[in-house]
C-alpha cells in the first residue's frame, strides 16, 4: 500500500493523477462515499480517486429533483456529525431539508474539505474485477479508462436504481414521460398539462400535491393504498437553530443510541396495553407533531399485528376525515399491509390534494394498467388522456446499482451470479469471494431502515478503522469467510422476521418490486445500535469472521 499523499504521482496520467499508486478507488460522490474519500484520504493519508457518473457531488439529493423531493428525516439530524465545526457552521432553514438545500449542504461539504480534486465526474464504472495475482482492483469506465487500486469501496445508494417499470406500449407514448429519480435537470413545466403520476410511495406522496398545484389536471395511479403521516414541515426558528448548535455532542449520542438513528427513542409503552383513551391521544399528539416520530409512540407496533392495527385504524380514520370525496377516501383507505412495514411515507397535504378539482385517484387494484398508448395510460376499465407521465416508481433498492458495476471476485465470478438467490454479505459490509471489497450501506446493513448519515458515517469509520488496522500490521487483503456470512444472513433473516416487516409481500425491502428479483428481506432490522455493537465487537476480536493476509 502507497505511503504517499494523494496526487503525489510518479507516473501521472493525462489528468496529472498516477492510477497505478492508488489505495483506494470510491464509487458513488453522495453522503457515503465524500465521507469516505475524507476519512482515507486526510485521516489516513492514502491516495484515493472517487469515480462519479454525474457531473456533481450529491448522490441520491443529485438525481432526484422531481417536484417535492425532500427528507423525510429532520435536518438536524440528516448531515455529518463527524466535525463539530462542520456542524456548527451549517444553518438549515426548515424542518425537513428540500432537495436543493441538501445538494447545496454537500456541496459545501466538499468544497470545505477541497475533495473535489480527487473526484472524477462524468465518470461511470462498467466494470470492477478483482486479480488475485496483484491482489488489486482493476475498473474500467464508461469512456474505456483503466484504474486500479488494493480496496475498492462502493458508495452507490440504496435507492440510485430508476426502477421504470416495463409497461407494454410505453415507448409509443406521443407525450415525455420522466422517472423521479432521474429527473431533468432544468425542470418539467407542467402548466397546462395533464399529468398522470404513476406510484404511490414516499416519492409519489410528496410530488402529487406539488404538481396539482400547476398541472392543468393530475391522476393518480394507485397500485398500493398507503398510510403517511403529515410532516408539519416549517420553517426553523432561531432558537431551535441555536439548540442544534448547542447540543451538538448530546443530539449525536441520541442518534446512535436509537433502533433507527433518529434523534427521538421509541418510547418504550405497548400499545395494546395503553388504555384506548390514552392510546387515542397518545396518536393524536404524534399526528399534530408530524413526521416520523409517529412510528415510534409505541413500542410494539412494528413486531405485534394487533398493536399494528390500533395505529393503522387510527391513520384510516384520519385519511376519511381529510378526504371529503367517499369514493376516493376509499380507495385510499384501502390498505393491505401493516402500518410502516413498508417504509412510512411523510406528506405536506397528500390526502388534502384529493379534495382539488384538479386532481383524480385511478384505483389499479381494481382495474390494473394495461399498456401505455400514443394518448395517455389505458387500464382494464378507461383511457386516461395525457401529455406527461411521472413514474413514481421507485428503486431496484438496495442491490440494483451495486450490481450494475458489474463486479468480478476472486475466481472470475460475478457477483450477479454469486448473489442470484439474493444478496449475501458479512454485516452489509463485504462479500465472500470478493476481497478488498466494501459495500457501504450494503444489504445486509440497517441502512434503509434508519436515518441515513448515521448508518454511512458508522460503515465508513469502520471501514477506515479496519484499513488503518490493516496498515499498521503490514496486511493487505481482507475477505470475509463463507460461514461468517452464512451466519450473518441467517441472523438478518432472524431479525426480520421477529417484525411484521417481511410479512408485506410486495414491498422493496424484499426486492418485490422488481420482476425476477430474488425475494430476500435485505436489510438488518436488529436495530442501528445494536448493529453497531456487533460491528464494534467483530473488529475488537480481530475481525472475527474475516481473513486478513
Ligand atoms: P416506492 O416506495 O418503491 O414506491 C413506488 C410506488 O410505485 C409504489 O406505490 C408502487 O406500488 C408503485 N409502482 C411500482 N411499479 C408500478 C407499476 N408497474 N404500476 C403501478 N404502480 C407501480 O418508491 P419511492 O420512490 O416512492 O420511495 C422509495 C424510497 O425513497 C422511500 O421508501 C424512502 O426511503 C425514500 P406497489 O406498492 O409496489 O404496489
Request: aromatic share 10%.
Given at each position: 500500500?502507497?505511503?504517499?499523499?494523494?496526487?503525489?504521482?510518479?507516473?501521472?496520467?493525462?489528468?496529472?493523477?498516477?492510477?497505478?499508486?492508488?489505495?483506494?478507488?470510491?464509487?458513488?460522490?453522495?453522503?457515503?462515499?465524500?465521507?469516505?474519500?475524507?476519512?482515507?484520504?486526510?485521516?489516513?493519508?492514502?491516495?484515493?480517486?472517487?469515480?462519479?457518473?454525474?457531473?456533481?457531488?450529491?448522490?441520491?439529493?443529485?438525481?432526484?429533483?422531481?417536484?417535492?423531493?425532500?427528507?423525510?428525516?429532520?435536518?438536524?439530524?440528516?448531515?455529518?456529525?463527524?466535525?463539530?465545526?462542520?456542524?456548527?457552521?451549517?444553518?438549515?432553514?426548515?424542518?425537513?431539508?428540500?432537495?436543493?438545500?441538501?445538494?447545496?449542504?454537500?456541496?459545501?461539504?466538499?468544497?470545505?474539505?477541497?475533495?473535489?480534486?480527487?473526484?472524477?465526474?462524468?465518470?461511470?464504472?462498467?466494470?470492477?474485477?478483482?486479480?488475485?495475482?496483484?491482489?488489486?482492483?482493476?475498473?474500467?469506465?464508461?469512456?474505456?479508462?483503466?484504474?486500479?487500486?488494493?480496496?475498492?469501496?462502493?458508495?452507490?445508494?440504496?435507492?440510485?436504481?430508476?426502477?421504470?417499470?416495463?409497461?407494454?406500449?410505453?415507448?409509443?407514448?406521443?407525450?415525455?414521460?420522466?422517472?423521479?429519480?432521474?429527473?431533468?435537470?432544468?425542470?418539467?413545466?407542467?402548466?397546462?398539462?395533464?399529468?398522470?403520476?404513476?406510484?404511490?410511495?414516499?416519492?409519489?406522496?410528496?410530488?402529487?400535491?406539488?404538481?396539482?398545484?400547476?398541472?392543468?389536471?393530475?391522476?393518480?395511479?394507485?397500485?398500493?393504498?398507503?398510510?403517511?403521516?403529515?410532516?408539519?414541515?416549517?420553517?426553523?426558528?432561531?432558537?431551535?437553530?441555536?439548540?442544534?448548535?448547542?447540543?451538538?455532542?448530546?443530539?449525536?449520542?441520541?442518534?446512535?443510541?436509537?433502533?433507527?438513528?433518529?434523534?427521538?427513542?421509541?418510547?418504550?409503552?405497548?400499545?395494546?396495553?395503553?388504555?384506548?383513551?390514552?392510546?387515542?391521544?397518545?396518536?393524536?399528539?404524534?399526528?399534530?407533531?408530524?413526521?416520523?416520530?409517529?412510528?415510534?409512540?409505541?413500542?410494539?407496533?412494528?413486531?405485534?399485528?394487533?398493536?399494528?392495527?390500533?395505529?393503522?385504524?387510527?391513520?384510516?380514520?384520519?385519511?376519511?376525515?381529510v378526504v371529503k370525496d367517499p369514493v376516493k377516501a376509499a380507495i385510499l383507505t384501502d390498505i393491505d399491509h401493516p402500518f410502516a412495514a413498508k417504509r412510512p411515507p411523510i406528506d405536506s397535504f397528500y390526502f388534502e390534494t384529493f379534495n382539488r378539482d384538479n386532481v383524480d385517484l385511478v384505483d389499479?387494484?381494481?382495474?390494473?394498467?394495461?399498456?401505455?398508448?400514443?394518448?395517455?395510460?389505458?387500464?382494464?376499465?378507461?383511457?386516461?388522456?395525457?401529455?406527461?407521465?411521472?413514474?413514481a416508481t421507485g428503486f431496484d433498492a438496495m442491490t440494483g446499482a451495486l450490481l450494475g458495476i458489474g463486479l468480478t471476485g476472486r475466481d472470475g465470478v460475478s457477483l450477479r451470479e454469486h448473489w442470484s438467490a439474493g444478496p449475501r454479505t458479512y454485516l452489509g459490509l463485504q462479500t465472500d469471494g470478493?476481497?478488498?471489497?466494501?459495500?457501504?450501506?450494503?444489504?445486509?446493513?440497517?441502512?434503509?431502515?434508519?436515518?441515513?448519515?448515521?448508518?454511512?458515517?458508522?460503515?465508513?469509520?469502520?471501514?477506515?478503522?479496519?484499513?488503518?488496522?490493516?496498515?499498521?500490521?503490514?496486511?493487505?487483503?481482507?475477505?470475509?469467510?463463507?460461514?461468517?456470512?452464512?451466519?450473518?444472513?441467517?441472523?438478518?433473516?432472524?431479525?426480520?422476521?421477529?417484525?411484521?416487516?417481511?410479512?408485506?409481500?410486495?414491498?422493496?425491502?424484499?426486492?418485490?418490486?422488481?420482476?425476477?428479483?430474488?425475494?430476500?428481506?435485505?436489510?438488518?432490522?436488529?436495530?442501528?445500535?445494536?448493529?453497531?455493537?456487533?460491528?464494534?465487537?467483530?473488529?475488537?476480536?480481530?475481525?472475527?469472521?474475516?481473513?486478513?493476509?
Open positions: 500500500m502507497s505511503q504517499t499523499r494523494p496526487n503525489a504521482s510518479t507516473a501521472p496520467t493525462a489528468n496529472g493523477r498516477a492510477d497505478d499508486a492508488l489505495d483506494a478507488l470510491i464509487i458513488g460522490a453522495g453522503f457515503s462515499g465524500l465521507y469516505q474519500l475524507y476519512s482515507l484520504r486526510d485521516r489516513l493519508g492514502l491516495s484515493v480517486e472517487l469515480l462519479e457518473a454525474a457531473d456533481g457531488v450529491g448522490g441520491t439529493w443529485y438525481w432526484n429533483r422531481y417536484p417535492g423531493a425532500r427528507c423525510d428525516s429532520e435536518s438536524h439530524s440528516y448531515c455529518y456529525s463527524f466535525s463539530e465545526a462542520l456542524h456548527q457552521e451549517w444553518t438549515w432553514s426548515e424542518r425537513y431539508p428540500e432537495q436543493p438545500e441538501i445538494l447545496r449542504y454537500l456541496n459545501h461539504v466538499a468544497d470545505r474539505f477541497d475533495l473535489k480534486r480527487n473526484i472524477r465526474f462524468g465518470t461511470r464504472v462498467v466494470a470492477a474485477r478483482y486479480d488475485a495475482a496483484d491482489n488489486r482492483w482493476h475498473v474500467t469506465t464508461e469512456r474505456g479508462e483503466h484504474l486500479s487500486a488494493r480496496f475498492l469501496i462502493t458508495a452507490v445508494g440504496c435507492l440510485s436504481s430508476a426502477n421504470v417499470p416495463d409497461i407494454p406500449g410505453r415507448d409509443d407514448f406521443a407525450g415525455k414521460w420522466y422517472h423521479t429519480g432521474t429527473w431533468p435537470r432544468e425542470g418539467v413545466d407542467f402548466s397546462g398539462k395533464r399529468v398522470g403520476l404513476i406510484g404511490t410511495g414516499s416519492t409519489g406522496i410528496q410530488a402529487a400535491p406539488v404538481i396539482a398545484e400547476t398541472a392543468a389536471h393530475l391522476t393518480v395511479f394507485q397500485r398500493t393504498a398507503n398510510y403517511s403521516i403529515p410532516a408539519r414541515n416549517a420553517p426553523l426558528t432561531p432558537a431551535f437553530q441555536d439548540h442544534v448548535r448547542e447540543h451538538f455532542a448530546e443530539i449525536r449520542a441520541l442518534m446512535h443510541a436509537t433502533a433507527n438513528g433518529h434523534p427521538f427513542a421509541v418510547a418504550d409503552r405497548s400499545a395494546l396495553a395503553t388504555e384506548p383513551a390514552e392510546r387515542e391521544a397518545i396518536y393524536e399528539a404524534a399526528w399534530q407533531k408530524g413526521g416520523l416520530q409517529f412510528r415510534a409512540t409505541f413500542r410494539d407496533l412494528l413486531v405485534d399485528k394487533a398493536a399494528n392495527d390500533t395505529a393503522a385504524d387510527f391513520i384510516r380514520r384520519k385519511i376519511r376525515a389499479l387494484r381494481a382495474a390494473p394498467i394495461e399498456r401505455i398508448t400514443a394518448r395517455g395510460v389505458r387500464t382494464r376499465e378507461a383511457e386516461y388522456p395525457l401529455d406527461i407521465i411521472v413514474f470478493f476481497p478488498n471489497l466494501f459495500t457501504i450501506t450494503g444489504p445486509g446493513s440497517p441502512s434503509v431502515l434508519c436515518n441515513m448519515p448515521v448508518p454511512i458515517e458508522q460503515h465508513v469509520d469502520w471501514i477506515t478503522a479496519c484499513i488503518a488496522q490493516m496498515r499498521a500490521r503490514g496486511q493487505s487483503r481482507i475477505e470475509p469467510t463463507a460461514e461468517a456470512v452464512a451466519g450473518w444472513v441467517e441472523h438478518v433473516n432472524a431479525a426480520a422476521n421477529a417484525t411484521l416487516l417481511p410479512q408485506v409481500g410486495h414491498s422493496w425491502y424484499l426486492g418485490a418490486n422488481v420482476p425476477g428479483k430474488p425475494r430476500v428481506f435485505m436489510p438488518y432490522a436488529g436495530g442501528m445500535a445494536q448493529y453497531r455493537e456487533i460491528c464494534d465487537d467483530v473488529a475488537a476480536r480481530g475481525y472475527a469472521g474475516f481473513v486478513l493476509s
